[in-house]
């Protein structure tokens, strides 16, 4: 048995998560008070804040990069892709995207083209 520092209350071991660094093993708040406290705006914007600086860290786009040459690469990627191809929203996006480049070509418009433009 061992009690939570936030909610002051004796439970389990097993309702604390493991925490080595701790004497015993266990972290020193619940389960259900961490759950608690993830739901709070100050947690979320405080995650944000964090997630926001982190995203804009050399490491982390490196990271991103190398990630994303990895999954390319794998079998699932290549079978997502493959059916992705063959729906309905597929074939319509790459018509679209044909009429348009079309369009840009067409005089009267100086050959100005945005792929971005939907």
Known sequence: MKTCSKCKTEKNEAEFSKKM??????????????REYWQTDAYKERHRKYM?????T??????????????????????????????DASKASQKAYRLRKKA????GNAGQFSDTEK
């Open 21 to 34: 660094r701790n004497k015993d093993g266990l972290d020193s708040r619940c389960k259900a008070c961490w």
């Open 52 to 56: 926001k600086e982190y995203q804009q």
């Open 58 to 87: 050399d490491a982390y786009k490196e990271y991103q990069k190398s990630y994303q040459k990895a999954y390319k690469q794998t079998e699932a990627f290549k079978a997502s892709q493959k059916a992705y191809k063959q729906t």
């Open 104 to 107: 840009a070509a067409s005089p």
